[in-house]
């Protein structure tokens, strides 16, 4: 089955802790994306990479970072110097013009 | 710049009625828009595209959209709401013109329907 899986689907973090949240796809998409869901606002834009071994910054950066070593592989790291960490975020990986979404991987703060 | 307006954070119809869910989007030059949806907790599906062919739009599930252009307007419909449509719809359009496929976002749409 071709697709993109997100995990763990639930990640509790604690003060000062980094934590990383995995994406994959075997859908051989070059783009990734991630973006941060919050409720009423929308899908905001973190970070994304159109290609192996470059990403790009999206509009709320601050406090993320991610890498991309393997076309199949957009981990995210979710870093102590976000404050404000609690969402549900979500990875995709585009074909042309559509981007397809993850199941998703909602980030609690203890 | 490029943006898109959901009208009505929630809309509520009964089962069996027509749902439309409204949006209004800007773009300076032709646009690709997508609705998705999203059921609690999971992550957003894909229901249909407009990519400059036909301007009417048939996605999954019986929906339906129509891209207007001198209205700026991609309003998705349904001639009769089921209770598993309940979910919330998010319009989006490409951004720019540049190759890097970022979506533009509404602020989504939730559809209750009540029995």
């Known amino acids: 089955d071709g697709g993109i899986t997100q995990s763990p689907k639930y990640l509790f973090r604690k003060e000062g802790q980094n934590v990383t949240l995995s994406c994959e796809q075997n859908?051989?998409?070059?783009?990734m994306y991630w973006y941060r869901q919050d409720p009423g606002q929308g899908l905001r834009l973190i970070y994304y990479?159109?290609?192996?071994?470059?990403?790009q910054k999206g509009d709320i950066a601050e406090g993320y970072s991610v890498s991309r070593e393997k076309k199949e592989s957009f981990p995210l790291t979710v870093t102590s110097a976000q404050k404000n960490p609690t969402a549900f975020y979500l990875c995709?990986?585009?074909?042309?013009?559509?981007?397809?979404f993850g199941p998703g991987t909602r980030l609690l703060v203890l | 710049a490029q943006s898109v307006t959901q009208l009505g954070s929630h809309v509520s119809v009964s089962e069996g009625a027509l749902v439309l869910l409204r949006c209004n989007y800007s773009?300076?030059?032709?646009?690709?828009l997508f609705w998705y949806v999203q059921y609690p907790n999971q992550g957003l599906q894909l229901l249909l595209k407009?990519?400059?062919?036909?301007?009417l739009v048939k996605g999954i599930n019986g929906f339906e959209a129509e891209f207007k252009k001198s209205e700026t307007s991609f309003h998705l419909t349904k001639p009769s709401a089921h209770m598993s449509d309940a979910a919330e719809y998010f319009c989006?359009?490409?951004?720019?013109?540049?190759?890097?496929?970022?979506?533009?976002f509404g602020q989504g749409t939730t559809l209750q329907v009540k029995p």
């Open positions: 773009s300076s030059v032709p646009p690709y």
């Open positions: 407009y990519t400059s062919a036909a301007t």
């Open positions: 990479s159109q290609i192996v071994n470059d990403f």
């Open positions: 989006a359009v490409v951004h720019g013109s540049s190759n890097t496929g970022k979506l533009i």
């Open positions: 859908l051989n998409h070059d783009a």
């Open positions: 995709a990986s585009r074909v042309g013009e559509t981007q397809y």
